[in-house]
C-alpha cells in the first residue's frame, strides 16, 4: 500500500510537471481562477456557511425564509467571509434523502437571493449531483462547486466540472450520507486518504480540471479518534501542493468528545481551526465568521509581529 501511495503521488507530480513544460502554464497552486481572476489563497480565508435547508446539524444555522438568507448572507461579508458556500441537502449523519428537484429549487431561491442583493460576492454551492451543478453555474453564475463525495456519488460529477471550468472543491468520503458512519474501517487512513487524493487530482487534471482544493472531510467516515489522527497529519496534506480547505465547524469531533452540543462548540471549534491555520490550512470553512476571521489574524500577526 505504501509504495503505491508513493508511486502514485510521484506519478500525479511527474504529470503535472510534464503538463506545465508542454503547454507552458504559470503553475501557481495557491491561486484559484474566480470569475476571471486569481483569488490568493496563500493568505487564509474564510469561507461562511449558509444552509438552505429545515435540518442543518446545528440548529442556529438554518435559513428557511428569504430574510434569513439574506441576513446570513450580509452578516458573512460583514464580518470579513470572503466566499459564501450555499448548501440545501443536509449531509448530516443518517440525513434525509431529499430529491434533486427539490435541491435545485431550494438551492435557486437562496442564490437568486444572493446574487441580487451581492452580485459580486464570490458563491460556492455544496453539492453532490452534477445536474445541481450545472443549473448553478449555468443559470446563476456560481463560482465554485463544493462536492463532499469527491465524485463517487454522481460519476458524471468530474465531467460536468470539467465542462463548466469552475473551481472544484475534492472531499474525501465513503459511502454517501446516509451511510458514511458504517464506512470508518481504514488499514491505515492517512495512506488511504492521500491514495484517495492522488488517484482523483490526476483523474481531474487529465480531464483539464485546474483549480483544485483538497477538504480531507472531517466527520465524514471518520470516527472520532480518526479525526483527531487526521488533524494530527494536517501538515502532510502540502505533498499535494493543492489549497486545503478545513471544515469542522461545531461538529461532533468537537461536541462529542467534550461532552456537551453545536451550540457549545465554538470554542473547541476556535482551537482546531487555529491549529488548522497553524498546518497550513488555506480555507476555513465555519458558522461563525467573525472568530475564524480573528483567528486567522491572530495566526498571522504570530508570523509576522512586525506588520
Known amino acids: 500500500m505504501l509504495i503505491l ?83 440545501a441537502y443536509s449531509t448530516r449523519p443518517s440525513c434525509v434523502d431529499i430529491t434533486e428537484q427539490e435541491e435545485i429549487k431550494r438551492l435557486s431561491n437562496a442564490v437568486e437571493i444572493v446574487k441580487k442583493e451581492f452580485p459580486d460576492a464570490i458563491i460556492s454551492v455544496d453539492t453532490f449531483r452534477s445536474q445541481v451543478a450545472r443549473r448553478m453555474v449555468e443559470d446563476f453564475a456560481v463560482d465554485i462547486i463544493n462536492d463532499i463525495s469527491g465524485g463517487e456519488i454522481d460519476k458524471k460529477m468530474f465531467e460536468t466540472v470539467a465542462d463548466l471550468n469552475v473551481p472544484y472543491i475534492l472531499m474525501h468520503m465513503r459511502g454517501t450520507p446516509q451511510t458514511m458512519m458504517e464506512n470508518t474501517k481504514y488499514s491505515n487512513l492517512i495512506e488511504e486518504i492521500f491514495l484517495y487524493f492522488s488517484k482523483k487530482i490526476n483523474e481531474l487534471r487529465l480531464m483539464g480540471v485546474k483549480d483544485i482544493i483538497l477538504d480531507p472531510g472531517f466527520g465524514f467516515s471518520k470516527t472520532i479518534d480518526q479525526n483527531y489522527l487526521l488533524m494530527k497529519h494536517l501538515k502532510n496534506f502540502d505533498l499535494f501542493n493543492r489549497p486545503l480547505l478545513v471544515g469542522i465547524s461545531r461538529k461532533s469531533m468537537i461536541y462529542k468528545f467534550t461532552g456537551t452540543s453545536p451550540e457549545e462548540a465554538l470554542n473547541g471549534t476556535t482551537i482546531l481551526n487555529t491549529y488548522a491555520v497553524g498546518a497550513g490550512a488555506n480555507l476555513l470553512r465555519v458558522h461563525d465568521v467573525k472568530e475564524a476571521v480573528e483567528t486567522i489574524n491572530i495566526c498571522n500577526k504570530i508570523n509576522n509581529p512586525n506588520s
Open 5 to 87: 501511495l508513493i508511486f502514485t503521488i510521484f506519478f500525479v507530480s511527474i504529470t503535472e510537471y510534464v503538463s506545465t513544460m508542454i503547454f507552458k502554464e504559470n503553475k501557481i497552486p495557491l491561486f484559484i481562477n474566480v470569475k476571471g481572476e486569481l483569488l490568493d489563497l496563500s493568505r487564509p480565508r474564510v469561507m461562511g456557511i449558509l444552509n438552505a435547508t429545515p435540518d442543518s446539524f446545528y440548529s442556529k444555522s438554518r435559513c428557511d425564509a428569504d430574510e434569513d438568507i439574506l441576513n446570513r448572507a450580509k452578516e458573512i461579508l460583514s464580518q470579513g467571509g470572503e466566499i459564501i458556500d450555499i448548501g
